[in-house]
């Protein structure tokens, strides 16, 4: 079973988060790129109901399939991942609809990522704001954190959906996506 542990960290810009993660000496791993990702259920929701969820992410020149087990109780959010590349992501969204499952909740972001020992660190543009995503050992976790002018209190494990339920209008959209991609 893959474990993924992480925390994201808000920021008030891109530039901000890419200045104080480029000064820790973090190395570029993948540039800027857009990321359509699409969560699935069933009609009764049967994996909301147990805190997981099937994503298809869809980037440029690559689509994954992603489960994501229930989090596990704690200060930073672990839970099983499982993901797999896949050759086509809308070809595989029409299968998984056929199959009755539907899209509960689509979110877009710009991501960009850097390595660090063995974490991963992502800076996110939202709709709803900048996060610096950490993944990786706990310990490293900690310590890049801090690092970045962080404590464990300024740590957020909510998902992209809970944060966008929290700061949406109730009347806006159904979904996290930008008004005009070409603006962000």
Known sequence: MALE??????????????ARVTALGATPLRGRRLQEDALLDTTDDALGHRRSALRIRSEPGKSLLTYKGPPQAG???????????????????????????RIRF????YREEFVSGDLVIAIDE????????????E?????????????????????????????????????MVFADPSDS
């Open 139 to 175: 310990t490293h976790i900690h310590d890049t954190a801090r690092l970045l002018g962080f404590s464990p209190a300024d740590y957020i494990t909510d998902s992209y959906r809970t944060l966008f339920l929290a700061y949406r209008d109730p009347q806006g959209s159904a979904d």
């Open 106 to 109: 689509r979110y877009e972001k």
């Open 5 to 18: 542990r992480e925390i994201k960290l808000r920021f008030d810009s891109a530039d901000d988060a890419r």
């Open 126 to 137: 939202t709709p709803v704001g900048v996060f610096v995503e950490l993944e990786g050992s």
């Open 75 to 101: 200060p930073m959010k672990l839970r099983e991942e499982l993901e797999t590349p896949v050759g086509d992501g809308t070809v595989l969204l029409a299968i998984l609809e056929a199959l009755g499952l």
